[in-house]
């Protein structure tokens, strides 16, 4: 059974067609990439499997569950994580608590164990910490536990967003563009950061991404989309000689 | 024991506040300010929940108070008076110390249902728009309560100083100022705990970025409910206590002059920092007292120095200039208030070796 299985999806905004008939398969511990030109509709594939547009058609199945129209943290509660184009922390909270926050979904207490400080309450934030700082650890993040998100490097703030989406300890990772911003050094150092998680996660990645470094030495298989259009799917192999591809989506470079 | 410190400081000043007043040693003036410096310090406190730590601008706070202070005055009149409304008494006058929680908890309960009124439409709209929503939930609460007239209508509702009096045949303390103190302390440690726990800082990630707390688990809808719910709540208790201590209410007391009276604590203090709106409250409260004096003076003053006309007097009305005009300096000079959004303890780390806060 497939881990995440989209099919016919449509995403019409007004007037505006942004997805159309797209299909897709994605199988557990797999690493995929989902590219095209700018405006393509990449982002807006994104935003709907992780439950933020309702889409107009189109059925998208889940760890063997549909879920079409639940709510984005319903979603993450099954076990999705993503991170964000443009960074998406909670700036006035240190980065602990960014981390913390991301096991909302499986708090295990509600408002009166808070307020009263029951055992119940105090067992289930001793599990939260526990795990965040695990994370942290992981991550090479425990120096910056105490500081603030807007207070670090763009790079440490990638890789907080990053922490935060594993931290809920996904089956699915969706990465929008994490190589955005980084300086070639540091897209070394992310290619082999994302190889290390997916081994060591044993998740499964499905990323979008400009950089075509990123795609070709990491991803297994490409998905490429044009005008809200799949044009092109095959290993990076295919895709870089995929004539439709070259024409489409580059212009007449090569890659 | 050092730890301690602080904290066995503000229960030695609370006992020693109510020592003080069951020794008939304070001015009965001085005591009834120091019980709204309480009521305002819940008041301000609550209204911080969703000004101060969800970043959404309520400015219809005092309609929850209206709600507490009508349902606690009716708790208690129906639960501990003979009255026209309700008839006989439910219980026995000598079980009001025992059951007057009950009262405040049942106000909470109502404005806490109130808070629906803002909370249900929190969910699509923010900001302006909802602020506009809080006015209108304000000016709801006082026109339905102003146009039921078994409960006064816009003559306001009594009979509760009979139940605080019962209160007094049973036991001669300052009762009201003791329910004000245990009221403050479960204000400030309702809202101190759940800030403080991972539950509580959804509404801090609810403000900071709504899109990443719904993507990373966050049931936003939840946690603008429970921010609404527990505020309004809280603000409730505040009305009932006022109404006991007044012991008359009137729903136009608690019309935009009162919300924003709560607004300029809140502002005043430093939104999103408890230490900061509870100094905020108090200062207010003396300010707004210490007009009583200085307008006067400053009345006086003026006519010795000719430079208000013969005939003209300074009334009490100028009170609602000079406070809204310490507002604008204050967002002129000092926008963040006393604290901005850090608590006492942070900026003063030394603090925290002498005080335990769980």
Request: proline share 4%; glycine share 10%.
């Amino acid at each position: 059974m497939p881990l995440l299985e989209i099919s016919g999806l449509t995403q019409r905004f007004g007037g505006l067609q942004a997805l159309t008939d797209f299909s897709f398969r994605l199988e557990e511990h797999e690493l995929v990439g989902l590219i095209g030109p700018n405006g393509a509709g990449k982002t807006t594939v994104f935003n709907i499997v992780s439950g933020f547009y309702r889409p107009t058609a189109g059925r998208i199945v889940f760890g063997g569950r549909p879920v079409n129209g639940l709510k984005p943290h319903r979603i993450t509660a099954l076990g999705l994580a993503r991170t964000f184009q443009n960074i998406r922390l909670w700036n006035d909270l240190t980065v602990l608590d960014n981390i913390r926050l991301a096991r909302y979904a499986w708090l295990g207490y509600g408002f009166w164990s808070a307020v009263l400080r029951t055992k119940r309450y105090r067992r289930a934030e001793k599990g939260i910490e526990a795990k965040a700082r695990e994370v942290l650890e992981m991550m090479k993040l425990t120096d910056c536990a105490g500081e603030l998100p807007r207070n670090l490097p763009y790079g440490l703030q990638r890789r907080v967003e990053l922490a935060r989406a594993l931290a809920g300890q996904p089956r699915l990772l969706l990465l929008d563009e994490p190589a955005a911003g980084l300086n070639s050094a540091d897209v070394e150092d992310l290619i082999r950061h994302i190889r290390w998680i997916y081994d060591e996660f044993k998740l499964s990645i499905w990323m979008i991404e400009h950089q075509m470094k990123v795609v070709m030495t990491l991803c297994q298989r490409l998905t490429v989309i044009d005008f809200g259009c799949v044009i092109a799917s095959g290993t990076p192999e295919e895709i870089r000689n995929d004539p439709g591809v070259i024409k489409a989506y580059l212009g007449d470079e090569t890659l | 024991m050092r730890r301690y410190a602080i904290n066995i400081l503000l229960c030695a000043a609370a006992l020693a506040l109510v020592g003080l007043a069951q020794a008939d040693m304070l001015d009965k003036y001085v005591l009834t300010v120091i019980t709204f410096m309480g009521i305002n310090c819940i008041f301000a406190v609550s209204l911080n929940l969703v000004n101060g730590y969800m970043g959404e601008f309520s400015c219809g706070h005092g309609g929850f108070m209206c709600v507490g202070a009508y349902v606690g005055s009716l708790l208690s009149v129906a639960f501990f008076t003979d009255s026209k409304l309700f008839g006989a008494p439910l219980f026995a006058p000598e079980l009001a110390p025992f059951l007057f929680p009950l009262v405040l908890l049942g106000a909470s309960l109502a404005a806490a249902l109130a808070g629906l009124l803002v909370a249900l439409p929190s969910f699509h709209t923010r900001d302006d728009y909802l602020a506009i929503i809080t006015i209108a939930a304000n000016y709801i609460i006082i026109s339905i309560v102003e146009n039921i007239d078994a409960i006064g209508g816009p003559r306001g509702f009594s009979g509760m100083k009979k139940a605080v009096n019962a209160m007094s045949d049973f036991a001669d303390c300052p009762w009201m100022l003791i329910w004000t103190l245990i009221g403050v302390a479960v204000c400030v440690m309702t809202v101190y705990r759940l800030m403080t726990s991972t539950y509580g800082k959804g509404v801090s990630a609810v403000c900071q970025n709504e899109v990443a707390a719904e993507i990373m688990g966050v049931d936003t809808n939840r946690v603008k409910i429970m921010a609404f719910m527990v505020s309004s709540g809280l603000g409730g208790l505040a009305g009932a206590l006022y109404a006991h201590v007044y012991g008359y209410v009137n729903a136009q007391s608690f019309n935009l002059l009162k919300s924003t009276e709560g607004l300029v604590m809140v502002y005043l203090g430093g939104m999103g920092s408890i230490s900061g709106v509870l100094m905020a409250a108090v200062a207010f409260t003396l300010l707004v007292e210490a007009l009583r004096f200085v307008i006067p003076w400053l009345n006086d003053g003026l006519h010795a120095l000719s430079l208000l006309p013969a005939g003209y007097e300074l009334s009490q009305i100028w009170k609602w200039v000079i406070i809204p005009l310490t507002l604008i300096l204050l967002m002129q000079f000092r926008p963040e208030g006393f604290l901005g959004n850090r608590e006492l303890t942070q900026v003063f780390p030394r603090l925290k070796r002498w005080i335990t806060l769980k």
